[in-house]
């Protein structure tokens, strides 16, 4: 399995994956995930927001064990992230085939769609949507660098978008969900486990600075005559990392866009994006808070404007105590519990399902790059972990 998705949206030059979503290498991807489902005699369905499943057992039963991530990446990203807990949900069912297992609860092997967010800007769309968190009017609102709507690109890729929004029957259906991932850290490296259980997703955004100067010749333009945004951006990127720092959280600037972007023009508008994450929602407020003052104190000395949009927010999500503590007591009870920075669909669903997650050990700690790795002997720890979570929690 992994060796067959390995090449899929692999970019020559950079060796990262450009699994977009409603692209053609998401349409491979989904290709792949539904040829794996029919492998297995799964029943195979699209739901309204996109997101695949394969089922085992009468998917309208209730109560069902349901597992699985998603499959795009970031730009350039690595070839674990999201992929890693498909991978494992599919080769986790054949070892409970292979270990003669009675299920007695429905089991659904699932692929959420867009969970990076990386072609409109908005992560865990397909999650969001099912659970209520993003309405179709504000998806019908979302667009991609080139000014292509989420609506024309579910079309174009052969999804009818009228059908998009929430999808309560469906999440009524679901007992539990369990997502494996690679670990996004070095958290189970240091400590010398192959497997951990999330415990909480620290709280965390997206922000997006636009600030607005003047175009000018750059060559011909004094210093002291200019109103140039990509100073203002680029004082307001050291504050984030200051801010940041002394509030022990987290703050990047990782995206950005210049008009005209001409390399002897000054620019007319920098537009650049933040992501921010704290262990705690009062300092992510105070980071957040702390980068837009020191951006509007820049900007007023360079005769910049400035606007901050935040585009989205997830608050801290503590996993259900309950079914952490039951995954725990299946693995048997020594299995370190770990928090993370990183937001996942499992987190999204938790307001409406109870969701735990498992992580496996990354020894590099690297993660949204071509660097990103887990040891195929961790791997394989983490679908026998997955599988006896099932097996505990479906076949009893």
């Known amino acids: 399995m992994w060796?067959?998705?390995?090449?899929?949206?692999?970019?020559?030059?950079?060796?990262?994956?450009?699994?977009?979503?409603?692209?053609?290498?998401?349409?491979?991807?989904?290709?792949?995930?539904k040829a794996q489902a029919g492998a297995r005699g799964l029943t195979y369905e699209v739901d309204r927001n996109g997101n695949q499943w394969a089922w085992l057992g009468d998917p309208l039963?209730?109560?069902?064990?349901?597992?699985?991530?998603?499959?795009?990446?970031?730009?350039?990203?690595?070839?674990?992230?999201?992929?890693?807990?498909?991978?494992?949900?599919?080769?986790?069912?054949?070892?409970?085939?292979h270990r003669g297992a009675q299920f007695t609860r429905p089991l659904a092997l699932t692929n959420f769609g867009d969970e990076e967010g990386a072609r409109f800007g908005l992560a865990c769309v397909g999650s969001r949507l099912t659970a209520?968190?993003?309405?179709?009017?504000?998806?019908?609102?979302?667009?991609?660098?080139?000014?292509?709507?989420?609506?024309?690109?579910?079309?174009?890729?052969?999804?009818?978008?009228?059908?998009?929004?929430?999808?309560?029957?469906?999440?009524?259906?679901?007992?539990?969900?369990?997502?494996?991932?690679?670990?996004?850290?070095r958290a189970l490296d240091l400590s010398g486990d192959r497997v951990g259980i999330a415990s909480a997703i620290w709280p965390h955004g997206r922000w997006r600075f636009d600030f607005h100067g003047e175009a000018n010749h750059a060559g011909t333009t004094r210093l002291e005559d200019r109103?140039?945004?990509?100073?203002?951006?680029?004082?307001?990127?050291?504050?984030?990392?200051?801010?940041?720092?002394?509030?022990?959280?987290?703050?990047?600037?990782?995206?950005?866009?210049?008009?005209?972007?001409?390399?002897?023009?000054?620019?007319?508008?920098?537009?650049?994006?933040?992501?921010?994450?704290?262990?705690?929602?009062?300092?992510?407020?105070?980071?957040?808070?702390?980068?837009?003052?020191?951006?509007?104190?820049h900007a007023e000395r360079d005769g910049v404007d400035v606007r901050v949009t935040r585009e989205s927010f997830t608050p801290v999500i503590e996993f259900e105590h309950a079914l952490r503590d039951e995954l725990n007591r299946i693995l048997g009870g020594r299995i370190p519990v770990l928090g993370t920075g990183a937001g996942h669909d499992a987190g999204i669903l938790?307001?409406?399902?109870?969701?735990?997650?498992?992580?496996?050990?990354?020894?590099t700690g690297v993660s949204h790059s071509p660097a990103e790795f887990a040891g195929e002997d961790d791997c394989v720890a983490g679908v026998l972990a997955l599988a006896d979570v099932l097996e505990g929690l479906a076949c009893r």
């Not at 938790?350 to 020894?363: C, D, H, K, Q, Y």
Request: glycine letters at 12%; proline letters at 6%.
């Open 3 to 33: 060796r067959d998705l390995l090449p899929v949206g692999r970019h020559a030059g950079s060796g990262g994956y450009r699994r977009y979503a409603w692209t053609a290498a998401d349409a491979d991807c989904r290709a792949w995930f």
């Open 61 to 97: 039963a209730g109560n069902a064990v349901v597992t699985g991530s998603h499959l795009d990446s970031v730009p350039d990203g690595g070839a674990f992230d999201g992929p890693l807990g498909v991978v494992s949900s599919f080769a986790a069912l054949d070892e409970l085939r």
């Open 132 to 185: 209520g968190q993003l309405t179709p009017e504000k998806a019908y609102e979302l667009r991609d660098g080139d000014g292509v709507s989420l609506p024309q690109a579910m079309e174009r890729a052969g999804h009818d978008p009228a059908a998009i929004g929430p999808d309560p029957e469906r999440l009524a259906r679901i007992g539990a969900f369990v997502e494996l991932h690679v670990e996004q850290g």
């Open 227 to 297: 109103r140039d945004p990509m100073l203002t951006y680029a004082e307001t990127v050291i504050a984030a990392r200051r801010e940041a720092r002394l509030a022990g959280a987290l703050a990047t600037f990782g995206k950005i866009s210049v008009e005209p972007n001409g390399v002897n023009a000054i620019p007319s508008l920098v537009r650049g994006w933040l992501d921010s994450r704290a262990a705690d929602e009062s300092t992510l407020d105070t980071v957040v808070a702390g980068i837009e003052k020191a951006a509007m104190e």
């Open 350 to 363: 938790s307001g409406s399902i109870p969701t735990a997650m498992l992580f496996v050990r990354n020894p």
